[in-house]
C-alpha cells in the first residue's frame, strides 16, 4: 500500500482522468449516457466540493500568491456545474446533448489544466508530504459524504428499486435533507439514518466507488449486480 497512493494530488488528478474517460465514454456509447451522467455528475460535485473545502484554503493559506487563482477555480465549478446541469436536462440522442456535453468538456478540460499546472504545484510545493497524505485523507472521506448525499438526492428524484421498507424510510430521510449544490448541507449520511438498520443496500454509486478505489477494471460498463459482485471479494478483475 504505497503512502503516495493517498495524497491529495495523486487522488484529484485520478478523479481528473476519470472524468476525462466517462467523457470518452459519453461521447460514443448513447444509450448509456443517462446512467454516464449520472456517473459523472455525481463524481464532479462531489470532486469540486471536497476540494472547495479542503483543499483551495490550504492552497490560499500555504501558498497566498496563489488566492486569486483559488477564487477563479471556484467560479469555475459553479459554471461546471451550471453545463452539468443542462446536460442532464437534454436528451441524450439529441444534436443539442452533444453541444452541452462539448461544452462541459471545454469548461471541465480548462479547469483541469489550471489546477494541474497551477494550483496543485504549488499546494506541493507549499506543503510536505505528510500534509498531503493528510488532506488526501480528508478529501476522500469528504468526496464519499457528497457523492452518498448525490445518491439520496437522485434516489428522491428518481422511482426507487424495490427496497426494505425500513431502508426506504431511512433514504427517504436522508435525501430529504440534501440539494445537489447545497448537498453538503445534509445533516447525516444516508447510511445514519435514524431507524435506519444497521446495513443498508449500498448504492450503484457507492458500488462503483469502491470498484474504482479496487481498481476493478471495466467497472463502468457493469451493472450494480456485477458491482457488487466484484468489490464483494475486494478482488480486482478485468
Ligand atoms: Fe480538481
Ligand atoms: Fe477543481
Known amino acids: 500500500m504505497a503512502a503516495t497512493g493517498t495524497d491529495a494530488i495523486t487522488l484529484i488528478t485520478r478523479d481528473h482522468r476519470e ?10 456509447d448513447v444509450e448509456r449516457r443517462p446512467e454516464l451522467v449520472r456517473t459523472l455528475g455525481a463524481m464532479l ?8 473545502e479542503h483543499v483551495y484554503p490550504e492552497v490560499a493559506k500555504a501558498a497566498p500568491q496563489e ?4 477564487e477563479h477555480s ?8 451550471r453545463i452539468l446541469h443542462q446536460l442532464e436536462q437534454t436528451d441524450p440522442a439529441s444534436d443539442e446533448f ?13 479547469h483541469v489544466q489550471e489546477e494541474e499546472s497551477e494550483v496543485l504545484p504549488a499546494l506541493a510545493e507549499a506543503v510536505g508530504q505528510k500534509r498531503l497524505r493528510e488532506l488526501g485523507k480528508i478529501f476522500k472521506e469528504r468526496r464519499a459524504q457528497e457523492m ?34 447545497g448537498s453538503t448541507r445534509q445533516k447525516e449520511p444516508a447510511g445514519s439514518a435514524k431507524g435506519a438498520p444497521a446495513q443498508r443496500e449500498p448504492s450503484r454509486d457507492e458500488l ?21 459482485a466484484a468489490v464483494s471479494g475486494g478482488r480486482r478483475r478485468r
Open 19 to 28: 472524468m476525462e474517460r466517462l467523457f470518452e465514454e459519453m461521447r460514443t
Open 148 to 181: 452518498t448525499a448525490y445518491e439520496a438526492e437522485s434516489t428522491r428524484l428518481t422511482p426507487a428499486p424495490r427496497q426494505s421498507e425500513e431502508t426506504a424510510r431511512g433514504r427517504r430521510t436522508s435525501a430529504a435533507g440534501s440539494g445537489r449544490k
Open 208 to 228: 462503483y466507488e469502491k470498484a474504482r478505489e479496487l481498481g476493478v477494471e471495466g467497472r463502468s460498463k457493469m451493472t450494480k449486480d456485477e458491482l457488487a
Open 67 to 70: 488566492a486569486d487563482e483559488v
Open 98 to 110: 452533444e453541444s452541452v456535453l462539448d461544452e462541459l468538456v471545454g469548461a471541465v478540460e480548462h
Open 74 to 81: 471556484k467560479e469555475e465549478h459553479e459554471e461546471a456545474e
Open 45 to 52: 460535485i462531489a470532486h469540486s466540493r471536497a476540494e472547495e
